[in-house]
């Protein structure tokens, strides 16, 4: 049997509901915010709409570490001495790619080539990293973007890392890189706009007076 209800324990029901009431009516009344946005990387939600392939993958040895991965991307963008210590610390770097949203692959040799890195392009390869079309076509390599070209004329229209041109590339590999950019005008000729990683030559410097 239940306990009388007395005026002290009705005078504390009411109160919560009132309370419950008016916390429910202010959370109503109060500006919606946007939720907040993730500090990483999210993945694409994902269902198959399809049959699974039959062949299932062991997944015997773990996959690099994404952060990992990410620092030496950015770190081969400009920085020879970071990239050659991670390498040390983990060979398999040299092919690791890092998707920055929408399938924006890149790896570290797609970030130096587009910087121009002609010194952080070279170890890499030295280190065994895949040579593509754009770290030939920034390094010079006239016969290997005439034998991609040759291969699958449309390659012209190839996009790199956060859609740079072929003729981006060869713009940014300055002097050495100028007959590649000439062909590649000759095969379609587009604007050049200033290329914003290209290096400047060096001023003589200045004469000093007697």
């Known amino acids: 049997m239940s306990e009388p209800l007395t005026r002290r324990s009705f005078a504390a029901l009411t109160a919560g509901i009132v309370l419950g009431a008016t916390t429910d ?3 109503q009344d109060a500006p919606k915010t946007d939720p907040p946005k993730p500090l990483g990387p999210v993945e694409a939600p994902f269902t198959r709409d399809y049959e699974a392939p039959k062949f299932k993958p062991s997944w015997k040895r773990p996959q690099l570490n994404r952060v990992l991965v ?6 081969a963008h400009s920085d020879l001495a970071m990239v050659k210590q991670l ?7 040299v092919n690791g790619m890092m998707d920055w949203g929408g399938g924006d692959w890149e ?3 797609g970030g130096a080539s587009h ?3 002609r010194d952080i392009v070279e170890y890499l390869l ?10 030939a076509a920034m390094l010079g390599q006239l016969e290997t ?4 070209l040759t291969l699958q004329p449309k390659l012209i229209d190839a996009r790199g890392p956060h ?5 981006f590339h060869a713009q940014v590999g300055g002097k050495e890189s100028e007959k590649v950019l000439d062909y590649l005008q000759s095969v379609k000729k587009i604007e050049l706009k200033p290329n914003p990683f290209l290096k400047k030559p060096a001023e003589p410097a200045p004469a000093k007076k007697e």
């Open 87 to 93: 390498v040390e610390k983990e060979p398999l770097l």
């Open 145 to 148: 973007v005439k034998a991609f």
């Open 115 to 117: 910087m121009g890195r």
């Open 107 to 109: 790896s570290g040799l």
């Open 163 to 167: 859609g740079f041109t072929l003729h």
């Open 25 to 27: 009516a202010s959370a």
């Open 126 to 135: 030295e280190k065994g990293a895949r040579p593509d079309l754009f770290c």
């Open 70 to 75: 990410q620092d030496f991307v950015i770190f």
